[in-house]
């Protein structure tokens, strides 16, 4: 069977796919704004990644992959993305997930990631959850930890994954964006792997873009940083 991704050839797809799985922490949204559908993704490739094969592969031949309830929605493909080459430092196998996660999310707009600006790119919150529950065999336990520094690296010790959504620009430079919107709902995902208090400081372990990154541990104060939403799963 031919796949519909004419410009992706199978040996390509199955090493860019293994290379992956042996390290989910490649999974990397690049200059897109898949942030969102790469962070679910390195979660379940780690947690699950007879699930993760599933779909990756399904999506790859296909051009669908069903989820685990039968009443579900199916992750489809943007039919018009199938003759081009992966695009914007996307590896092919995330190019293949990641865009067909965030187009079958949209409930308006095709997704590109040429042109994933706006609305067409963000992904919500409960996107993140309805793939992770409904794609692989894994369970929301948000509600079930304190959003705290405290709640958050007890759910990290108990071996949940943490996603939090975060201004950008605040964990780059301590200080929130002067955008209202961005400040106030946050505008990048990432997985949390730690929170340490350092005085008035908090420090952030965390992944994103393909890579560990740890904050300065001066860069954040305490009293300013805030987490937009979180996913424990």
Request: charged residues 20%.
């Amino acid at each position: 069977m031919q796949s519909p991704w004419k410009s992706i050839d199978k040996n390509t797809f199955i090493h860019s796919l293994t290379d992956t799985l042996k390290d989910p922490d490649r999974i990397n949204q690049a200059k897109t704004n898949l942030c969102g559908p790469a962070s679910i993704c390195k979660i379940i490739a780690e947690k699950d990644p007879e699930s993760y094969v599933r779909m990756a592969i399904s999506l790859y031949e296909h051009g669908k992959a069903h989820s685990y309830n039968s009443f579900h929605f199916p992750i489809e493909v943007n039919e018009d993305l199938l003759d081009d080459d992966p695009s914007d430092g996307l590896s092919p196998s995330d190019y293949v997930v990641l865009s067909s996660l965030r187009h079958t999310y949209n409930l308006v707009f095709d997704y590109d990631p040429e042109s994933d600006t706006g609305l067409q790119g963000f992904s919500y919150p409960n996107d993140l959850i309805d793939i992770a529950t409904n794609f692989a065999n894994l369970s929301d336990k948000t509600l079930q930890y304190g959003h705290d520094i405290e709640g958050i690296n007890k759910a990290i010790g108990d071996g949940c994954s943490v996603i939090g959504l975060f201004d950008i620009d605040q964990l780059k430079t301590g200080e929130p964006n002067q955008n209202i919107l961005q400040r106030r709902f946050g505008n990048h995902y990432i997985i949390i792997n730690r929170l340490s208090k350092r005085n008035s400081h908090v420090e952030v372990n965390y992944w994103n873009w393909g890579i560990p990154v740890m904050t300065n541990p001066q860069s954040i104060p305490a009293l300013k940083i805030t987490i937009r939403q979180l996913e424990i799963i």
